[in-house]
């Protein structure tokens, strides 16, 4: 899913696949089809923060490895997450937020 050069070297570590595969087994459902009412076997890790979003290799570690920012996902799921987050995360985040500001602005402003 990443380009990130520490990303790719991560993903295929011993540590990664012991944590990918407990992540999976202490969630065998699809957490996002979960939420959505449907039950599909979990096949995939997700970040939900992107690891390439740390700032340093100290952060992407962090990101990559805290439990607390994995979400087990079925394959489906999971291209619907990264298709949503965009081709890039943060700027389609930026707009989210931006879009909020105005909704909020408008809200207050006009009447
Ligand atoms: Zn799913």
């Known amino acids: 899913m990443s380009k990130d050069k520490q990303y790719i070297k991560q993903i295929h570590t011993r540590r990664w696949l012991m944590l990918r595969r407990e992540v999976l087994s202490r969630h065998p459902l699809c957490e996002r089809c979960q939420a959505e009412g449907r039950t599909r076997a979990a096949t995939e890790v997700h970040h939900i923060t992107p690891v390439?979003?740390?700032v340093s290799p100290l952060d992407k570690r962090t990101l990559m490895f805290d439990a607390h920012n994995l979400q087990a996902l079925c394959h489906e799921c999971h291209v619907?997450?990264?298709?949503e987050l965009g081709r890039s995360g943060r700027h389609a985040n930026a707009d989210?937020?931006?879009r909020k500001a105005e909704a909020t602005?408008?809200?207050f402003f006009s009447s």
């Open 52 to 54: 390439e979003e740390g």
């Open 80 to 83: 619907r997450t990264h298709t």
């Open 96 to 98: 989210r937020q931006h």
């Open 105 to 107: 602005i408008s809200r």
